[in-house]
Each structure stands twice: as structure tokens, then as C-alpha cells.
């Protein structure tokens, strides 16, 4: 594994970082309103559904950002393009089996009112959406990092008569 160094110079990382934080914001006010909403509409098993549906977006949203996070940890390596691309093929086969999963264990359960808990899920994971697309339009991230020469050395600088 290379050194830090190596991940800062990733242009994603900043994003990724920025995306990741205001997600979990997002998120905190989305399982406030959610819950609310949720507990007018169909009362406990509302709130606790729009909660579960609401992590559960940002945790599969979360997944993936933080997988491309800790894989730009190997940037410099020879063996980066395989360890960035297994580590996030394997956060992927993680939310697939985790959905599946989740569903299997929530289905019928008392406390889960479905409507409510599909809206949030929708409702989550629309919001994450939009997060990252402010988070990118937002973010200054430079075309080209290339040092460029302050001054033309004198064999090369231009004459008086302009040859």
C-alpha cells in the first residue's frame, strides 16, 4: 500500500470526502422529517419504517463512496486498477446480499408499514442523488495539474527581431 500521499492526489477523493459528509446530513434531516411523516401517517410502524428505509439508502449510498475512498488508499500501486475495481465490485456484491437480506428478515414483519418504507427508500436515496450533483457542481477540482515554467530560458527567448 502506498502512502496518503498517493490518495490526495486523486482528484475523486475531496468529492468523495465532501459527498460523503453532507450525505450523513442529508440524512440526519431526511430521518427527522421522515419519522415525523411517518408516525402521522401510519404511526409507529410509519416511523419506524421511514427510519429504515432512510438508513438503509444511505447506508447502500454510503457503500459505495466509501469503498472508492478506502481503494484510492493503493493510488501509485502496480496493482491499483485491479484492487480499486475488486474492492468496489465487492462493496457492490455487499448491498446486493444485504438488500436481499434486509428484505427477506423485513418482509411481514408488524413494525413495517411497506408504502411508508418504500417512499423513504425512494425518498433517500433521490436525496443522495442531489446531494452528490451539488456536491460536484460545487466543488473546484482542477482540469490539468501541470507546472508550468515562470520565465523562457535565455537559448530559447525570443530575440528583438522576432526570429
Known amino acids: 500500500m ?3 500521499d498517493g490518495a490526495s492526489r486523486i482528484t475523486s477523493t475531496p ?10 446530513v442529508v440524512t440526519g434531516a431526511l430521518a427527522v422529517i421522515g ?3 411517518g408516525f402521522l401517517v401510519a404511526g409507529a410502524p410509519g416511523l419506524f419504517s421511514a427510519l ?3 438508513l438503509l439508502a444511505a447506508l447502500f ?14 493510488f501509485g500501486d502496480d496493482l491499483y486498477v485491479p484492487i480499486f475495481f475488486g474492492i468496489v465490485l ?12 434486509v428484505l427477506i428478515v423485513l418482509r411481514g414483519q408488524p413494525w413495517i408499514q411497506p408504502t411508508v418504507f418504500f417512499i423513504a427508500i425512494v425518498v433517500g436515496v433521490l436525496a443522495a442523488l442531489v446531494t452528490d ?5 460545487r466543488m473546484r477540482i482542477p482540469a490539468v495539474a501541470a507546472d508550468l515554467p515562470t520565465e523562457a ?8 527581431d522576432g526570429r
Open 35 to 37: 419519522a415525523i411523516i
Open 61 to 74: 449510498l454510503g457503500i459505495t463512496g466509501a469503498s472508492i475512498l478506502i481503494a484510492n488508499r493503493w
Open 2 to 4: 502506498t502512502t496518503p
Open 15 to 24: 468529492v468523495l470526502r465532501t459527498t460523503l459528509i453532507w450525505s450523513a
Open 90 to 101: 465487492g462493496g457492490w456484491i455487499l448491498k446486493l446480499i444485504v438488500f436481499i437480506v
Open 153 to 160: 530560458p535565455e537559448d530559447e527567448a525570443p530575440h528583438a
Open 133 to 137: 450533483i451539488v456536491v460536484l457542481v
Open 52 to 54: 429504515a428505509g432512510i
